[in-house]
């Protein structure tokens, strides 16, 4: 292949300040030569700036006071001059071997490499299992097809992530205003586009979950958590369609529905709150259909699991609405957890500001990878 490619390790830190030194030890001891260190402090205005002038030449510091993820990736990235761009949140880590590793697996056609991180907690013990979970195949490969028929596939938060420069000088800067997407789930859903997708199945770092924070983030009634989960699917749908379309593919009318997920979100904010449902000509039995259809189509997993998620959608339309209401949640929640699917407030569903999807500056032909 050549020479190997330079590595660059982009830390973003907004308002976890506390953790960044870990993150940033962790890179600097990536056992790989061709390797850069860029740290963004997105935080208060000077919060961490005496920590990272302790790394010297070791680190090159940028400074984004107030800003947002985006605006941190979108800078982070401006700067950096590697072939490979790792980025890292400021409060996980990464394995010694993960530079490494990722270079090893980078070819110049591929779009981007993944890997399953290890869950811990504040004080950094393991608490759980890995993410994206060990019973879900890590995707690989053109992933175009696979999104265009299932509408997601199963991803790292931005730790677990490496991406080629040319994808991502064709997709950044990524928008950053008001919107219910993740800069994370942004990325996820334009990449298949522009690339090969590389999974290295084994976790290389540490996706820290502070229970404090995530009891924050997970506040608010069942139908609010609802409702946001709802409406990222809606933006992401709007966004792989418009992406789709530059290129040339067909998308199908439901796709947001061919996930069993979105289409079991979508089904029980139906039942629990009908006001608040974003889709008032979609019905509790048109919802049901689709699900049931969605999780029919699935070939992964037990098949016991998908017999069960395919009952579920034929009983909540069977049920009194206050019964549904009561419900439909809890046992979405079941069989969720049971499958290991992401639910709204899960590892790898960030949230994110931004504006209105656009679609990629740059499109490739169909033969160009």
Not at 311 to 339: D, G, I, Q
Request: charged share 25%; glycine share 8%.
């Amino acid at each position: 292949m050549g020479a190997q490619p330079r590595v660059s390790v982009v830390i973003t830190s907004v308002g976890r300040e506390r953790w960044l030194r870990e993150a940033i030890e962790s890179a600097v001891a990536q056992r790989y030569p061709r390797l850069e260190v860029i740290v963004v402090d997105a935080g208060p205005r000077g919060a961490v700036r005496g920590l990272i002038a302790r790394y010297g030449r070791r680190v090159v510091p940028l400074l984004r006071p107030n800003g947002t993820r985006a605006a941190a990736l979108n800078a982070g990235f401006e700067a950096s001059r590697g072939e490979v761009v790792l980025t890292l949140d400021g409060d996980d880590r990464l394995a010694p071997e993960a530079a490494a590793r990722v270079a090893a697996a980078w070819r110049p056609d591929v779009a981007k490499v993944h890997f399953r991180l290890r869950v811990v907690d504040a004080a950094g013990r393991p608490r759980g299992p890995l993410v994206p979970d060990a019973r879900t195949p890590l995707p690989a490969g053109d992933l175009r097809y696979e999104l265009l028929d299932r509408f997601v596939y199963p991803c790292p938060p931005a730790s677990g992530n490496a991406y080629g420069r040319d994808a991502l000088s064709a997709l950044l800067p990524i928008p950053d205003g008001e919107g219910a997407l993740g800069a994370d789930a942004y990325l996820a859903a334009c990449l298949p586009f522009h690339g090969r997708v590389v999974a290295i199945d084994a976790p290389l770092g540490d996706y820290r979950l502070d229970a404090r924070e995530h009891r924050t983030a997970s506040a608010g009634d069942t139908t609010t958590r609802l409702a946001r989960a709802v409406a990222q699917a809606i933006e992401r749908e709007a966004l792989v369609r418009r992406t789709a379309e530059a290129y040339g593919f067909p998308v199908p009318a439901d796709l947001a529905l061919r996930d069993p997920w979105c289409a079991a979100a979508r089904l029980v904010l139906r039942v629990a709150d009908r006001a608040a449902y974003p889709k008032p000509d979609e019905g509790r039995l048109f919802l049901a259909a689709r699900g049931l259809a969605a999780a029919c189509r699935r070939r992964d997993g037990p098949a016991g699991r998908r017999a069960a998620l395919a009952a579920w959608f034929l009983l909540v339309p069977l049920l009194p609405s206050r019964a549904a209401r009561r419900l439909a949640p809890a046992a979405l929640e079941r069989w969720r957890a049971a499958l290991g699917e992401p639910g709204p407030d899960a590892p790898g569903m960030p949230t994110r500001s931004g504006q209105p999807p656009h679609v990629a500056r740059r499109v490739p032909t169909r033969a160009a990878w």
